[in-house]
């Protein structure tokens, strides 16, 4: 009986564990989500700045990858 007692007090335990603890200082999970796509953006420009001077110089390389975006 003790062991049924105590499988039913685990049952919720086990479908809704508790959330890990976030310290007070750490961003947000949608802030962090942000900052990503803020560092992606930036690559993504940075590297569209690059090719557009390297094809104003005449020194483009052509990159299969970019190709395929443009």
């Given at each position: 009986m003790e062991r049924q007692n105590h499988a039913m007090r685990e049952l919720p335990r086990r479908a809704f564990?508790?959330?890990d603890v976030v310290p007070d200082d750490a961003p947000a999970p949608i802030e962090a989500v942000r900052a990503q796509r803020?560092?992606?953006v930036a690559a993504t420009e940075a590297a569209a700045l690059r090719r557009a001077r390297?094809?104003?110089t005449g020194t483009a390389r052509v990159d299969a990858q970019l190709e395929?975006?443009?």
């Open positions: 564990p508790e959330p803020r560092r992606l390297a094809e104003r395929r975006t443009a």
